[in-house]
């Protein structure tokens, strides 16, 4: 059964810096790997899917990686500002989504 | 325009009672899912239709029974709630296999 682990669990930075949040699965035959960003309260947001023969995804500020063979994934924030303050969920994609724990991220102005 | 849209929002009912949740995706995709995300914010899977047809059906009580009218709707009917059914449920919907999944806002439901 596909597990998926996210690490930190919390992450706090100062307003400006790069970050990397790291999500890993078990089972390496996905569909795709797609990361989420939800507020407190609020629903989930695709913020990127990379596909699995896929090696990476960029939309703005995020770039999303993905090796299928290590099991692993990250999702880089360039220059964070206080408003990507949320949890960061990765969920790999099999005949359903399996989701990590996600990541608390406060970035701090 | 909404792409998943989940009603209500909020639900606060006492134990015992039968509620519904309603879920509608406007994206014509063909598969949706239901998932209760937990008080540690763990996301499980629930349940997920194909075209109608139930395809996931994860070890849930089955006082929970998904109902889909048609492709654009996924309901959820619950039975005699329990205070341990306090969750947040999301709906969510994808076009096929290796598509991008979009969820609703989902619904906060609390018993009491």
């Known amino acids: 059964k596909q597990e998926v682990t996210q690490i930190p669990a919390a992450l706090s930075v100062p307003e400006g810096e790069n970050l990397v949040l790291n999500c890993s699965f078990t089972d390496s035959a996905i569909y795709n790997l797609q990361w989420f960003r939800q507020d407190p309260g609020k629903g989930l947001t695709s913020l990127l899917l990379i596909q699995s023969s896929q090696r990476e995804q960029t939309s703005g500020r995020l770039n999303a990686s993905l090796d299928k063979s290590s099991g692993r994934s990250t999702l880089y924030i360039a220059a964070s500002q206080p408003g990507d303050s949320a949890t960061y969920l990765c969920a790999a994609t099999g005949n359903q989504f399996y989701f990590g724990t996600g990541t608390s991220l406060t970035v701090i102005p | ?112």
């Not at chain 2, 792409?3 to 909020?10: E, H």
């Not at chain 2, 509608?24 to 349940?47: A, C, P, R, V």
């Not at chain 2, 296999?97 to 969820?103: D, L, N, Q, S, V």
């Open chain 2, 1 to 112: 325009d909404t792409a998943v849209s989940q009603t209500p929002k909020y639900l606060v009912t006492q134990m015992g009672n039968d509620k519904s949740i309603k879920c509608e995706q406007n994206l014509g995709h063909d598969t949706m899912y239901w998932y209760k995300q937990d008080s540690k914010k763990f996301l499980k899977i629930m349940f997920s239709y194909n075209n109608k047809e139930l395809i996931i059906n994860e070890t849930v009580p089955n006082r929970f029974s998904p109902k889909s009218p048609d492709k654009a709707h996924l309901n959820l009917h619950i039975n005699s709630l329990e205070l341990g059914d306090s969750a947040v449920y999301f709906c969510a919907s994808k076009k096929g296999e290796g598509t991008e999944a979009f969820f609703g806002q989902g619904t906060r439901l609390t018993v009491v």
